[in-house]
């Protein structure tokens, strides 16, 4: 990126979800190096996330949105009332944006709130405006308000994601999910925190981590290795030591790894990752299984499960049945 059209350009694309992998990463590095590249960064998504239309011709679009941020780039956002009146959008409106799988909800100017979530059979990976890196799990939904990396670097997660924060001593990282709060510095993570699950973990594979219960007023400082799990129905935090990282740094990588996993607990990985319904019979639940998963079928895992443990499987109605052979 040589000059400001190139760098809008990349933004741009950025913000409308049509960047690639390497372009995300280069924006990346580019604000990592450039305070200024940075900041104009911000001013852009500020304005987009305000002001942008759902159904937009994205040629023309680009073109306005430059000469809008030629014209009102410097300003404050309760100051670029043409550019709210371009797309038609009043700020008080209640607005639903969509960003490649970027929600956000606008009740009005000082009160945004920002969702990234994803569908059965998703995956997705994310920066955050702190450069932290996140891998997002299948059917997980992951909440900010527009105070990040500002006055705070608070998010809410429901579902399982992968964390690599950004370190910034002065502004902790915190991921709530109900009464379950993790802070952070700057580290890699795995949280798992479905609202449906009856425990919550923690994985770190470096730096520290707190774990908070606030209900009980509990609380856990994590070593790189341990895993904390949290009970909800019990309400008792325990650490786990020596944990297999493979396991939970997979999703960077783009794979699901299980190690001796029991049919019964399995079966809801791969749920999740398939985005389909598995029902497992008794006599089979507590077979154990060992393997990677990237980008093979559902059929040509079960194909395999099959011939080494003497089970067999059928699809009855959009469920798939495993029982004994």
């Known amino acids: 990126m040589t000059n400001n059209s190139d760098i809008d350009l990349l933004i741009f694309k950025y913000l409308s979800g049509e960047a690639s992998v390497t372009e995300l990463q280069d924006l990346k590095a580019s604000m990592e190096s450039d305070a200024t590249l940075k900041k104009r960064f911000v001013e852009i998504r500020d304005i987009w996330n305000v002001s942008h239309p759902q159904d937009f011709d994205s040629s023309l679009a680009f073109d306005k949105f430059k000469q809008q941020i030629a014209e009102d780039g410097h300003k404050k956002l309760f100051e670029i009332s043409s550019w709210v009146k371009w797309v038609g959008v009043a700020a008080s409106l209640v607005v639903m944006l969509y960003i490649g799988k970027l929600i956000t ?10 969702s990234y979530q994803t569908g059965k059979g998703e995956r997705q990976m994310i920066y955050l405006l702190d450069s932290t890196q996140v891998w997002l799990a299948a059917e997980t939904k992951l909440t900010f308000n527009s105070d990040y ?40 993570f795995n949280l798992l925190a479905r609202s449906s699950y009856p425990v919550i973990e923690t994985i770190l594979e470096e730096g520290k981590v707190q774990v908070d219960i606030n209900d009980v007023n509990s609380q856990c400082l994590l070593k790189p290795g341990q895993k904390s799990v949290y009970d909800k129905e019990k309400q008792v935090l325990k650490v786990q030591e020596e944990v297999d990282m493979s396991v939970y740094t997979a ?23 398939y985005g389909l319904s598995i029902e497992v019979s008794d006599e089979v639940s507590d077979l154990r299984f ?13 194909d395999i499960m099959v011939m080494s443990n003497g089970i067999r499987y059928k699809s009855e109605q959009n469920v798939i049945v495993i029982t004994a052979n």
């Open 149 to 188: 990396n500002k006055g705070n670097r608070e998010i809410s997660l429901n579902g399982e994601a992968f964390f690599d924060v950004s370190h910034n001593k002065q502004m902790p990282f915190v991921v709530k999910t109900g009464q379950h709060n993790v802070r952070v510095l700057g580290t890699r």
């Open 290 to 302: 060992t393997g990677v998963i990237e980008n093979e079928s559902v059929e040509d895992v079960l």
């Open 105 to 114: 909800t606008i009740n009005e100017p000082d009160l945004k709130y920002y």
């Open 251 to 273: 999703v960077t990588k783009g794979q699901l790894v299980f190690k001796n996993e029991s049919l019964l607990t399995l079966k809801k990985r791969l749920e999740t990752w």
